[in-house]
Protein backbone atom coordinates (compact mmCIF):
# COMPACT_ATOMS: atom_id res chain seq x y z
CA UNK A 1 0.00 0.00 0.00
CA UNK A 2 0.83 3.37 -1.09
CA UNK A 3 1.82 5.88 2.14
CA UNK A 4 0.34 9.05 1.43
CA UNK A 5 -1.16 11.60 3.75
CA UNK A 6 -4.94 11.94 3.34
CA UNK A 7 -6.07 14.11 6.20
CA UNK A 8 -8.65 16.42 4.23
CA UNK A 9 -7.21 19.74 3.38
CA UNK A 10 -11.54 19.04 3.50
CA UNK A 11 -19.70 21.17 -24.84
CA UNK A 12 -20.59 22.34 -26.34
CA UNK A 13 -19.52 25.83 -28.37
CA UNK A 14 -23.06 27.48 -27.74
CA UNK A 15 -22.70 30.98 -26.16
CA UNK A 16 -23.23 30.98 -22.12
CA UNK A 17 -25.77 33.64 -21.02
CA UNK A 18 -25.62 35.17 -17.60
CA UNK A 19 -27.90 37.37 -15.41
CA UNK A 20 -26.70 39.85 -13.60
CA UNK A 21 -27.37 41.22 -10.50
CA UNK A 22 -26.69 45.01 -9.64
CA UNK A 23 -26.33 46.81 -6.30
CA UNK A 24 -28.91 49.98 -7.16
CA UNK A 25 -26.70 52.13 -5.50
CA UNK A 26 -23.87 54.02 -7.18
CA UNK A 27 -20.66 50.95 -7.52
CA UNK A 28 -17.70 52.15 -5.46
CA UNK A 29 -14.09 52.31 -7.34
CA UNK A 30 -13.75 49.11 -5.78
CA UNK A 31 -15.92 46.80 -6.87
CA UNK A 32 -15.73 43.61 -8.77
CA UNK A 33 -17.67 41.76 -11.45
CA UNK A 34 -18.01 38.14 -9.49
CA UNK A 35 -19.32 35.35 -11.01
CA UNK A 36 -21.22 32.45 -8.64
CA UNK A 37 -21.18 29.25 -10.72
CA UNK A 38 -22.10 27.50 -7.79
CA UNK A 39 -25.60 26.78 -7.27
CA UNK A 40 -25.42 26.12 -3.51
CA UNK A 41 -24.16 29.90 -3.31
CA UNK A 42 -27.51 31.31 -5.02
CA UNK A 43 -30.20 29.37 -2.44
CA UNK A 44 -27.52 29.47 0.83
CA UNK A 45 -25.26 32.77 0.56
CA UNK A 46 -28.03 35.42 1.43
CA UNK A 47 -25.48 37.51 3.84
CA UNK A 48 -22.44 36.74 1.36
CA UNK A 49 -24.82 38.14 -1.72
CA UNK A 50 -25.56 41.33 0.47
CA UNK A 51 -21.75 41.64 1.62
CA UNK A 52 -20.30 41.78 -2.11
CA UNK A 53 -23.87 44.14 -3.45
CA UNK A 54 -22.95 46.81 -0.46
CA UNK A 55 -19.33 46.97 -1.36
CA UNK A 56 -20.14 47.59 -5.31
CA UNK A 57 -19.79 44.55 -6.77
CA UNK A 58 -21.68 43.49 -9.20
CA UNK A 59 -22.60 39.79 -9.50
CA UNK A 60 -23.19 37.06 -12.15
CA UNK A 61 -25.53 34.53 -12.14
CA UNK A 62 -24.83 31.66 -15.00
CA UNK A 63 -28.38 30.62 -16.84
CA UNK A 64 -27.05 27.04 -15.91
CA UNK A 65 -25.09 25.13 -13.20
CA UNK A 66 -22.98 22.58 -14.98
CA UNK A 67 -19.59 21.47 -14.75
CA UNK A 68 -18.57 23.36 -17.64
CA UNK A 69 -16.21 22.79 -20.47
CA UNK A 70 -13.15 24.98 -20.76
CA UNK A 71 -14.30 27.54 -23.55
CA UNK A 72 -17.41 27.79 -21.82
CA UNK A 73 -16.10 28.53 -18.93
CA UNK A 74 -13.34 31.24 -20.42
CA UNK A 75 -16.87 32.92 -21.86
CA UNK A 76 -18.33 32.92 -18.42
CA UNK A 77 -15.48 34.44 -16.46
CA UNK A 78 -12.97 36.27 -19.20
CA UNK A 79 -14.44 39.51 -18.01
CA UNK A 80 -14.77 38.44 -14.12
CA UNK A 81 -12.46 40.01 -11.42
CA UNK A 82 -13.81 36.55 -8.94
CA UNK A 83 -15.34 33.41 -9.76
CA UNK A 84 -16.97 31.73 -6.70
CA UNK A 85 -16.29 28.39 -8.03
CA UNK A 86 -18.56 24.88 -8.07
CA UNK A 87 -16.37 22.00 -9.66
CA UNK A 88 -15.59 23.00 -12.71
CA UNK A 89 -12.22 22.36 -13.81
CA UNK A 90 -9.42 25.71 -13.74
CA UNK A 91 -7.00 24.48 -15.77
CA UNK A 92 -3.63 26.46 -17.07
CA UNK A 93 -5.72 27.67 -20.39
CA UNK A 94 -8.35 29.13 -18.37
CA UNK A 95 -6.50 31.17 -16.50
CA UNK A 96 -4.69 32.02 -19.33
CA UNK A 97 -7.55 33.38 -21.03
CA UNK A 98 -8.68 34.98 -18.27
CA UNK A 99 -6.18 37.71 -17.65
CA UNK A 100 -8.57 39.91 -15.46
CA UNK A 101 -9.32 36.85 -13.05
CA UNK A 102 -7.90 37.61 -9.50
CA UNK A 103 -9.31 34.71 -7.42
CA UNK A 104 -10.95 31.28 -7.70
CA UNK A 105 -12.83 30.87 -4.17
CA UNK A 106 -14.09 27.54 -3.97
CA UNK A 107 -17.45 27.06 -2.13
CA UNK A 108 -15.94 24.00 -0.50
CA UNK A 109 -13.01 22.68 0.57
CA UNK A 110 -12.16 19.94 -2.21
CA UNK A 111 -9.90 21.94 -4.97
CA UNK A 112 -8.83 19.09 -6.63
CA UNK A 113 -10.57 20.48 -10.00
CA UNK A 114 -8.40 23.76 -9.81
CA UNK A 115 -4.57 23.42 -11.42
CA UNK A 116 -3.43 25.30 -8.06
CA UNK A 117 0.07 24.84 -10.31
CA UNK A 118 -1.09 27.26 -12.93
CA UNK A 119 -2.61 29.48 -10.55
CA UNK A 120 -0.01 30.45 -8.73
CA UNK A 121 2.21 31.23 -11.97
CA UNK A 122 -0.79 33.26 -13.55
CA UNK A 123 -0.69 35.09 -10.04
CA UNK A 124 -4.49 34.35 -9.30
CA UNK A 125 -5.15 33.65 -6.15
CA UNK A 126 -7.05 30.38 -4.64
CA UNK A 127 -8.43 30.08 -1.56
CA UNK A 128 -11.38 27.24 -0.13
CA UNK A 129 -13.70 26.53 3.33
CA UNK A 130 -11.86 24.34 5.44
CA UNK A 131 -14.63 23.74 8.27
CA UNK A 132 -17.43 24.83 6.65
CA UNK A 133 -19.03 21.24 6.43
CA UNK A 134 -17.32 19.04 8.56
CA UNK A 135 -20.42 18.53 10.47
CA UNK A 136 -22.31 18.01 7.60
CA UNK A 137 -20.28 15.49 5.94
CA UNK A 138 -19.90 13.58 9.54
CA UNK A 139 -23.64 13.59 9.88
CA UNK A 140 -24.40 12.57 6.32
CA UNK A 141 -21.31 9.80 6.77
CA UNK A 142 -23.20 7.87 9.81
CA UNK A 143 -26.33 8.11 7.94
CA UNK A 144 -24.89 5.93 5.42
CA UNK A 145 -23.56 3.72 7.48
CA UNK A 146 -26.90 3.01 9.33
CA UNK A 147 -28.63 2.64 6.07
CA UNK A 148 -26.16 -0.21 4.64
CA UNK A 149 -26.34 -2.31 7.97
CA UNK A 150 -29.74 -1.83 8.36
CA UNK A 151 -31.02 -1.92 4.77
CA UNK A 152 -33.33 1.21 5.60
CA UNK A 153 -33.18 2.14 1.61
CA UNK A 154 -34.82 -1.12 0.59
CA UNK A 155 -37.11 -1.03 3.04
CA UNK A 156 -38.15 2.28 1.99
CA UNK A 157 -38.41 1.23 -1.45
CA UNK A 158 -40.37 -1.84 -0.47
CA UNK A 159 -43.12 -0.08 2.08
CA UNK A 160 -43.66 2.53 -0.43
CA UNK A 161 -44.12 -0.18 -3.65
CA UNK A 162 -47.09 -1.61 -1.35
CA UNK A 163 -44.93 -4.62 0.13
CA UNK A 164 -44.23 -5.39 3.75
CA UNK A 165 -41.68 -7.66 4.70
CA UNK A 166 -38.88 -8.23 7.43
CA UNK A 167 -35.20 -7.81 5.93
CA UNK A 168 -32.65 -9.19 8.85
CA UNK A 169 -29.49 -6.32 8.74
CA UNK A 170 -26.56 -6.00 11.11
CA UNK A 171 -26.11 -3.97 14.36
CA UNK A 172 -23.23 -0.92 14.05
CA UNK A 173 -23.02 -1.24 18.01
CA UNK A 174 -19.91 -2.41 19.32
CA UNK A 175 -18.65 -2.95 16.15
CA UNK A 176 -15.37 -1.93 14.38
CA UNK A 177 -15.22 1.16 12.41
CA UNK A 178 -11.96 1.85 10.03
CA UNK A 179 -11.70 5.30 8.69
CA UNK A 180 -9.21 6.28 5.72
CA UNK A 181 -7.84 9.87 6.37
CA UNK A 182 -8.26 11.38 9.94
CA UNK A 183 -8.77 14.65 9.27
CA UNK A 184 -11.69 17.11 10.79
CA UNK A 185 -14.42 14.89 9.21
CA UNK A 186 -12.76 11.41 10.06
CA UNK A 187 -12.17 13.54 13.47
CA UNK A 188 -16.26 14.17 13.47
CA UNK A 189 -17.04 10.67 12.82
CA UNK A 190 -15.29 9.00 15.56
CA UNK A 191 -16.99 11.27 17.73
CA UNK A 192 -20.30 10.66 16.73
CA UNK A 193 -19.70 6.67 16.53
CA UNK A 194 -17.79 6.63 19.46
CA UNK A 195 -21.11 6.77 21.52
CA UNK A 196 -22.20 3.40 19.54
CA UNK A 197 -19.02 1.77 21.56
CA UNK A 198 -17.44 1.33 18.08
CA UNK A 199 -13.50 0.07 18.38
CA UNK A 200 -12.15 2.47 16.37
CA UNK A 201 -9.39 2.24 13.43
CA UNK A 202 -7.66 4.76 11.94
CA UNK A 203 -4.95 4.71 8.85
CA UNK A 204 -3.34 7.90 8.22
CA UNK A 205 0.50 8.82 7.94
CA UNK A 206 0.10 12.09 8.92
CA UNK A 207 -0.65 11.98 12.85
CA UNK A 208 -3.60 14.25 14.15
CA UNK A 209 -4.81 14.53 17.73
CA UNK A 210 -8.26 12.40 18.39
CA UNK A 211 -10.94 13.60 21.20
CA UNK A 212 -11.57 9.63 21.27
CA UNK A 213 -9.92 6.36 21.44
CA UNK A 214 -8.42 5.01 18.10
CA UNK A 215 -5.79 2.75 17.15
CA UNK A 216 -3.31 3.57 14.16
CA UNK A 217 -2.86 0.60 12.09
CA UNK A 218 -2.05 -0.02 8.53
CA UNK A 219 -3.99 -0.02 5.65
CA UNK A 220 -3.90 -3.44 4.76
CA UNK A 221 -4.56 -4.01 8.71
CA UNK A 222 -7.69 -1.52 9.02
CA UNK A 223 -9.55 -3.10 5.71
CA UNK A 224 -9.52 -7.26 7.02
CA UNK A 225 -10.46 -6.16 10.18
CA UNK A 226 -13.01 -2.71 10.17
CA UNK A 227 -17.14 -3.44 9.45
CA UNK A 228 -17.03 -0.36 8.50
CA UNK A 229 -14.85 1.25 5.85
CA UNK A 230 -15.29 5.02 5.48
CA UNK A 231 -12.84 7.11 3.20
CA UNK A 232 -11.98 10.72 4.02
CA UNK A 233 -9.33 11.22 2.19
CA UNK A 234 -8.09 14.41 -0.14
CA UNK A 235 -8.19 13.76 -4.40
CA UNK A 236 -4.14 13.92 -5.18
CA UNK A 237 -2.29 12.25 -7.63
CA UNK A 238 -1.10 9.83 -4.70
CA UNK A 239 -4.66 9.02 -3.48
CA UNK A 240 -6.34 8.53 -7.00
CA UNK A 241 -7.89 4.78 -7.24
CA UNK A 242 -6.19 3.88 -3.73
CA UNK A 243 -9.38 1.90 -3.04
CA UNK A 244 -8.97 -0.72 -6.09
CA UNK A 245 -8.97 -4.99 -6.35
CA UNK A 246 -6.63 -5.71 -3.87
CA UNK A 247 -8.28 -3.74 -1.32
CA UNK A 248 -11.83 -4.60 -1.75
CA UNK A 249 -10.79 -8.51 -1.42
CA UNK A 250 -9.21 -6.98 1.52
CA UNK A 251 -11.93 -6.10 3.36
CA UNK A 252 -14.14 -8.56 5.10
CA UNK A 253 -17.14 -10.58 3.38
CA UNK A 254 -19.72 -8.87 5.73
CA UNK A 255 -17.87 -5.52 5.70
CA UNK A 256 -19.15 -2.35 4.16
CA UNK A 257 -17.30 0.70 2.40
CA UNK A 258 -18.78 4.09 2.51
CA UNK A 259 -17.24 6.84 0.67
CA UNK A 260 -18.34 10.79 1.06
CA UNK A 261 -14.65 12.10 -0.11
CA UNK A 262 -14.06 12.02 -3.78
CA UNK A 263 -14.84 9.68 -6.76
CA UNK A 264 -11.48 9.59 -7.88
CA UNK A 265 -10.40 7.31 -5.13
CA UNK A 266 -12.55 4.64 -6.00
CA UNK A 267 -11.65 2.22 -9.03
CA UNK A 268 -15.31 1.82 -9.44
CA UNK A 269 -15.34 -1.45 -11.64
CA UNK A 270 -13.66 -3.23 -8.97
CA UNK A 271 -16.08 -2.03 -6.70
CA UNK A 272 -18.75 -3.10 -8.46
CA UNK A 273 -17.12 -6.41 -9.37
CA UNK A 274 -16.92 -7.03 -5.23
CA UNK A 275 -20.25 -6.15 -4.70
CA UNK A 276 -21.53 -8.57 -8.03
CA UNK A 277 -19.01 -11.23 -6.12
CA UNK A 278 -20.04 -10.45 -2.78
CA UNK A 279 -16.58 -9.87 -1.77
CA UNK A 280 -17.92 -7.08 0.64
CA UNK A 281 -21.68 -7.29 1.68
CA UNK A 282 -22.28 -3.60 0.51
CA UNK A 283 -21.55 0.28 0.24
CA UNK A 284 -22.52 3.88 -0.18
CA UNK A 285 -21.51 6.74 -2.29
CA UNK A 286 -22.07 9.85 -2.08
CA UNK A 287 -19.39 10.65 -4.91
CA UNK A 288 -18.21 8.97 -7.59
CA UNK A 289 -15.83 10.19 -10.30
CA UNK A 290 -18.17 11.21 -13.06
CA UNK A 291 -20.75 13.95 -11.98
CA UNK A 292 -23.85 13.85 -12.51
CA UNK A 293 -23.97 10.29 -13.08
CA UNK A 294 -25.04 8.77 -16.22
CA UNK A 295 -28.33 7.14 -16.29
CA UNK A 296 -26.61 4.25 -18.45
CA UNK A 297 -23.54 3.66 -15.22
CA UNK A 298 -23.30 0.23 -14.27
CA UNK A 299 -22.85 1.85 -10.50
CA UNK A 300 -26.82 2.27 -11.06
CA UNK A 301 -27.25 -1.54 -11.13
CA UNK A 302 -24.39 -2.77 -8.87
CA UNK A 303 -26.13 -4.65 -6.30
CA UNK A 304 -26.17 -3.63 -2.22
CA UNK A 305 -25.18 0.09 -3.34
CA UNK A 306 -26.19 3.09 -1.82
CA UNK A 307 -26.10 6.14 -4.25
CA UNK A 308 -26.82 10.07 -3.47
CA UNK A 309 -26.08 12.98 -5.65
CA UNK A 310 -22.89 14.61 -3.53
CA UNK A 311 -24.72 15.66 -1.09
CA UNK A 312 -23.33 15.29 2.01
CA UNK A 313 -22.38 18.74 2.45
CA UNK A 314 -25.61 20.32 1.83
CA UNK A 315 -27.32 21.02 5.37
CA UNK A 316 -28.69 24.01 5.37
CA UNK A 317 -26.84 25.51 7.97
CA UNK A 318 -23.54 24.29 6.47
CA UNK A 319 -24.18 25.24 2.57
CA UNK A 320 -24.71 28.46 4.28
CA UNK A 321 -21.51 28.27 6.06
CA UNK A 322 -19.73 27.75 3.26
CA UNK A 323 -20.63 29.88 0.46
CA UNK A 324 -20.78 33.22 2.81
CA UNK A 325 -17.52 32.06 3.84
CA UNK A 326 -16.89 31.94 0.41
CA UNK A 327 -18.21 35.36 -0.29
CA UNK A 328 -15.85 36.79 2.70
CA UNK A 329 -12.63 35.57 1.27
CA UNK A 330 -13.02 37.72 -2.21
CA UNK A 331 -14.08 40.56 -0.09
CA UNK A 332 -10.97 40.21 1.95
CA UNK A 333 -8.78 40.21 -0.95
CA UNK A 334 -10.99 42.75 -2.61
CA UNK A 335 -10.21 45.32 0.36
CA UNK A 336 -6.45 44.52 0.14
CA UNK A 337 -6.33 41.90 2.42
CA UNK A 338 -5.02 38.40 2.34
CA UNK A 339 -8.06 35.87 2.31
CA UNK A 340 -7.74 33.57 5.80
CA UNK A 341 -8.13 30.33 3.92
CA UNK A 342 -5.62 30.98 0.84
CA UNK A 343 -4.56 27.94 -0.91
CA UNK A 344 -1.54 28.80 -2.89
CA UNK A 345 0.01 31.71 -0.08
CA UNK A 346 3.56 31.56 -2.62
CA UNK A 347 1.34 33.68 -5.01
CA UNK A 348 1.53 36.82 -3.25
CA UNK A 349 4.98 36.74 -4.02
CA UNK A 350 5.27 35.94 -7.26
CA UNK A 351 5.20 38.89 -10.01
CA UNK A 352 3.05 37.83 -12.16
CA UNK A 353 0.30 38.42 -8.72
CA UNK A 354 -2.93 40.33 -10.35
CA UNK A 355 -3.62 42.62 -7.64
CA UNK A 356 -1.32 44.31 -5.35
CA UNK A 357 0.29 42.39 -3.07
CA UNK A 358 -2.34 41.84 -0.18
CA UNK A 359 -1.54 43.27 3.41
CA UNK A 360 -0.74 39.90 5.78
CA UNK A 361 -0.92 39.61 9.17
Known amino acids: MRATGLTERGEGEQAVECEAYRNPAEP ?12 AFWASAEEGIRA ?28 CDASLASSETYSDEVFA ?31 NTPGAMVDAVADFTVGLILM ?29 LGLIGYG ?3 RAVARRLSGFDMRVLVYDPIPADSEVTVERVALDDLLRQADFVSLHAPATPETAGMMGQAEFAA ?63 NAREAASRMCNMAAQLVL ?17 ES ?5 PPPRRS
Open 251 to 313: MRSSAYFINTSRGALVNEQALIAALESGSIAGAALDVTVEEPLPADHPLRRAPNLILTAHNAF
Open 28 to 39: TPMGWKVIATSR
Open 97 to 127: ACPRLKIVSRCGVGYDAVDVAAATRHGVVCT
Open 351 to 355: PALRI
Open 184 to 186: QIG
Open 52 to 79: LREAGCELVKPDRFEKYPAADLIRLIED
Open 148 to 176: CARRMGELDKLVHAGGWAELSGTLVYGKT
Open 332 to 348: QLMRGEAPASTINPEVY
